[in-house]
């Protein structure tokens, strides 16, 4: 059974820093691109970065510079390490993986348009940014 379970949310001010794990299990991790999605209540979920199995990365604009992704293949975890956040960071964030695998080519399309029902997701961690 495919599972991604999330930890390291909370509160922080702004400018501080947080950092994001993800552990993987149930599938042959090294073997699928993994990312981080954010969704604020109200509005439609959002791709913050993507990481290959080669350890490639894509960022939105919005995390660029700011958010860093990274993987350990051996251990099946997942990190996001999150600098200079900002109140418009504060969100519920998601692990996530295709259902299927995909070659680094397609990056760009599942961090901004694959469909919620294209991925297995975890259950979400709460960050908040306060001014």
């Known amino acids: 059974q495919v599972q991604l379970v999330e930890s390291g949310g909370g509160s922080v001010q702004a400018g501080g820093s947080l950092r994001l794990s993800c552990a993987a299990s149930?599938?042959?991790?090294?073997?699928?691109?993994m990312g981080w999605f954010r969704q604020v209540p109200g509005k439609e979920r959002e791709g913050v970065a993507v990481?290959?199995?080669?350890?490639?990365?894509l960022y939105a604009d919005s995390v660029k510079g700011r958010f860093t992704i990274s993987r350990d293949n051996a251990k099946n975890t997942l990190s996001l390490q999150m600098d200079s956040l900002k109140p418009e960071d504060t969100a519920i964030y998601y692990c996530?993986?295709?259902?299927?695998?995909?070659?680094?080519?397609?990056?760009?399309?599942?961090?901004?348009?694959?469909?919620?029902?294209?991925?297995?997701w975890g259950q979400g961690t709460q960050v908040t940014v306060s001014s």
């Open positions: 996530a993986a295709p259902k299927i695998s995909l070659d680094k080519s397609w990056n760009k399309w599942w961090l901004m348009h694959s469909s919620p029902e294209f991925n297995v």
């Open positions: 149930g599938f042959k991790y090294s073997n699928y691109l």
């Open positions: 990481i290959n199995s080669d350890g490639s990365t």
